[in-house]
């Protein structure tokens, strides 16, 4: 089975870290780049940061540009987003996705498969 499984979001205040990891299975995870998206209360899902298969070609939304880090381990079939500097800004349920091919996409609808997502809090 297809398994995308985010992992490491939880309560952090202003200005800490989380590394979330997102672990595949059930597909040949080095042909996929990778899309982290987020979806927080009244606003809508939004491209975060992407990598692609083998490139190295990555992306960031501006607003996340400079405190966030996204790598991928395709030994262990997962990619991270190193998430530094945190602000309130930043809650949201952040969701992995993985789209076949080199190249990653910034709009949700051209990816394959989807994880459960997992919970981003950042107090004031």
């Known amino acids: 089975e297809v398994q995308l499984v985010e992992s490491g979001g939880g309560l952090v205040q202003a200005g800490g870290s989380l590394r979330l990891s997102c672990a595949a299975s059930?597909?040949?995870?080095?042909?996929?780049?990778i899309g982290w998206f987020r979806q927080a209360p009244g606003k809508e899902r939004e491209g975060v940061s992407c990598?692609?298969?083998?490139?190295?070609?990555?992306y960031y939304a501006d607003s996340v540009k400079g405190r966030f880090t996204i790598s991928r381990d395709n030994a262990k079939n997962t990619v991270y987003l190193q998430m530094n500097s945190l602000k309130p800004e930043d809650t949201a349920v952040y969701y992995c996705a993985a789209v076949w091919g080199v190249s990653y996409y910034i709009f949700s609808n051209e990816y394959d498969y989807w994880g459960q997502g997992t919970q981003v809090t950042v107090s004031s």
């Open positions: 990598i692609s298969s083998s490139d190295g070609s990555t």
């Open positions: 059930g597909f040949t995870f080095d042909d996929y780049a």
